[in-house]
């Protein structure tokens, strides 16, 4: 009789302490589960976008055709790297030869040049020339030949435009301007000149300053 009150009594203070124990196990369970897991990976950092050429291109020739596939330009160059962050090509001893939708031809050279990705805006760095040799238009009436020189032009050929910020030198036939900036509309004839800006006209009175 003592025997079995003794084991209910015991069992009565196991069933007590049993659920503690179980939480104790469970926590101590979760705690290894924890240290144990594999951490998460975290992810990287975007890096920054460099300005490093994807691509290089010795003694080349890349052309470029409209819609219709007609030649639009063609440029060349000694060496020539591309940049994927602005999807431009940077040339070395650049010759550039661009085409309007008359067919009128257009040469282009520089040291140095920087082209977008289908050649309509190209930058043209030290002994920058553009020429454009005489031609007929829609009245056929004859332009002269057109030269420009700076040691900076930015063209788009797509408007016929030419821009500099820099002195400029331009020859039209025998006609001889020089400015100190030059913004020359070709495609509706328009020069302008500025800063200290001289002209020479020839089978005028004289020399217009």
């Known amino acids: 009789m003592k025997l079995s009150i003794s084991l209910r009594d015991g069992w009565d203070r196991l069933s007590m302490y049993l659920p503690v124990a179980l939480m104790a196990l469970l926590a101590l369970g979760t705690y290894w589960l924890v240290r144990n897991a594999p951490s998460l990976i975290t992810p990287e950092a975007a890096r920054p976008v460099q300005h490093d050429p994807d ?31 602005t999807d431009t090509l940077e040339i070395d001893k650049a010759r550039i030869r661009s085409l309007d939708a008359q067919g009128n031809v257009t040469l282009s050279t520089a040291n140095r040049a920087l082209s977008n990705a289908d050649g309509s805006e190209v930058q043209l760095f030290g002994n920058a020339i553009v020429v454009r040799e005489s031609i007929k238009d829609a009245s056929g009436r004859v332009l002269p030949r057109l030269e420009l ?61």
């Open 55 to 85: 691509y290089f291109m010795q003694d080349f020739s890349v052309k470029t055709f409209d819609a219709t596939g007609k030649l639009k330009s063609e440029i060349q160059g000694d060496q020539a790297r591309h940049y994927p962050d």
């Open 149 to 209: 020189r700076s040691e900076f032009l930015h063209a788009y050929s797509n408007v016929e435009r030419i821009r500099t910020h820099l002195p400029v030198v331009m020859t039209r036939g025998n006609d001889r301007f020089t400015g100190d900036r030059m913004d020359y509309d070709n495609l509706d004839r328009i020069l302008q000149l500025d800063g200290r800006v001289r002209g020479l006209v020839t089978g005028s009175a004289g020399a217009a300053r």
